[in-house]
């Protein structure tokens, strides 16, 4: 939803304090996205890359950089997209983060019933033959 500013709101561009109309005009209010990404990162230099790319983009508010996790947490008014095309930038392997796979007690579970569901069907159609 776009609305205008109020004419009491300043934004601090580089170029110093300016009211929206005398910059962009209309500011868009968003919520905050949290983004999470998978990073190839193998050493220190490789997080201070990302940490680099990351305190330049517009919009973050806030990020966490865990080295052995390989896992890259960003907050702030951004694109999920956005974010991993930025820290794309630093010529990691990056993509975003997957949910959780399934444990080892649950897996097994769930390929048994699937596998004694067809047998199951076969027995059940030839006690109705």
Do not use: H
């Not at 990351?54 to 080295?67: A, H, N, T």
């Amino acid at each position: 939803m776009l609305r205008s500013a109020p004419s009491n709101l300043y934004l601090n561009t580089p170029a110093g304090l300016r009211r929206p109309s005398e910059s962009v005009g209309r500011l868009i209010y968003a919520m905050a996205e949290t983004v999470v990404l998978r990073v190839g990162m193998s050493c220190q230099g490789c997080v201070g890359a990302v940490k680099r790319v990351l305190g330049k983009m517009e919009g973050v508010e806030s990020f966490d950089v865990d080295l052995k996790e390989q896992k890259v947490t960003v907050k702030g008014n951004v694109t999920p997209d956005a974010v991993l095309q930025t820290v794309s930038k630093t010529g990691k392997k990056t993509s975003f983060w997957e949910a959780e796979p399934e444990t080892k007690e649950t897996a097994p579970a769930a390929a048994a019933a699937a596998s004694t569901a067809p047998a199951a069907a076969a027995a059940a159609s030839t006690a109705a033959a």
